[in-house]
């Protein structure tokens, strides 16, 4: 059983692979490599031209508050599995036992993961896909789901809401974090385009923040951030940013795309709402109020010394 989880899981890692095109990040153009960038990807698939394409700008001050927003409910996310890691050329990608799954939430049903990958900057720069009020994160982590009762990837991409994906921020952090040993570590061996190696024992859970800060998100229907761009994704965005330190982060930079480049700046630009409704938990609510009242305290505590 645990084999036969594990090959449907390797074949929808290569699904979600198998609908790139001739596309690429702004970072790889060049006079010698012409290829379409992020403006022109509709060249590479249609879709990419949708109405209802990701990522996109959060602006917290127009989110609705949301009741149905619980919770998830993370089923087998701390179990350990010895997955794959690969640089497929334009990121870098885990695949997943579908093993673990994610309920609640406002999910409509149970989803169960297929694999991860990552979003990153440069050096100089930030580089995560979706941005808060404008704020642009280091690195971001997309943890791919899909309805529990399909099989792969493809069909599930064929249903309005058959994919869920997790987002998670990273940011910069003093020291290390060691839960992300067994991932950086690994990155030394792919290095070159398609390079594929085992990963070390992890669970999804050692790399999030702990499950108790994960009630504050936004919820907004979008579309996959690459081509195919297909437009089936619940994406639901989580306010707890993940603590990596900068050689960690540069550990990233190393990595090469097919055409040898360092592979940086590896995000697609936010895209229009085009009239979508973004949602908030009301744990995102909760701290939003106590931000306020901190910084009404602070204020009013100032204007007292003054006094």
């Known amino acids: 059983m645990q084999q036969l ?56 001050r127009k989110t609705l508050l ?94 309005q809401e058959g994919v ?30 398609n390079g594929n190696t085992s990963l070390p024992p992890v669970s999804l859970a050692q790399l999030l923040p702990p499950e108790q800060n994960l009630t504050s998100f936004y919820r907004y229907k979008g579309s996959l951030t690459t081509p195919g761009c297909t437009e089936a994704v619940v994406w639901t965005l989580f306010e707890n940013t993940i603590p990596l330190s900068s050689d960690q982060l540069r550990a990233f930079f190393d990595l090469k795309f097919h055409d040898g480049k360092p592979m940086v700046d590896t995000f697609r630009p936010v895209q229009p709402l085009n009239g979508r409704q973004v949602f908030r938990s009301g744990a995102t609510v909760a701290l939003t109020s106590t931000a306020l009242l901190v910084a009404a305290l602070a204020s009013a505590l100032g204007l007292s010394q003054l006094n």
């Not at 640089?87 to 999910?107: A, K």
């Not at 994906?165 to 020291?175: A, H, M, R, T, W």
């Open 164 to 193: 869920a994906v997790l987002g998670f921020f990273y940011e910069k952090s003093n020291s290390a974090n060691r839960k992300y040993d067994p991932i950086i570590t690994s990155l030394r061996s792919i290095k070159a385009a």
């Open 5 to 60: 989880l594990f090959t449907l899981a390797l074949l929808s890692f290569l699904a979600l692979d198998t609908e790139a095109g001739d596309w690429c990040y702004q970072s790889q153009f060049s006079c010698d490599h012409q290829c379409n960038t992020p403006n022109k990807w509709d060249h590479a698939n249609s879709d990419c031209d949708g109405r209802y394409q990701s990522p996109i700008n959060v602006v917290t």
């Open 66 to 159: 949301d009741e149905r927003l619980t919770p998830f409910k993370f089923t087998n996310y701390q179990q350990i599995f010895r997955g794959f890691i690969k640089n497929n050329g334009h990121s870098v990608q885990v695949g997943v036992p579908h093993l673990s799954t994610i309920s609640g939430g406002g999910l409509s049903t149970t989803y169960k993961a297929v694999q991860f990958h990552l979003h990153w900057g440069n050096s100089k720069g930030p580089g995560s896909e979706h941005t808060i009020d404008g704020e642009q994160y280091p690195m971001e982590l997309h943890i791919v789901h899909m309805k529990h009762h399909y099989t792969d990837l493809s069909t599930a991409l064929a249903d």
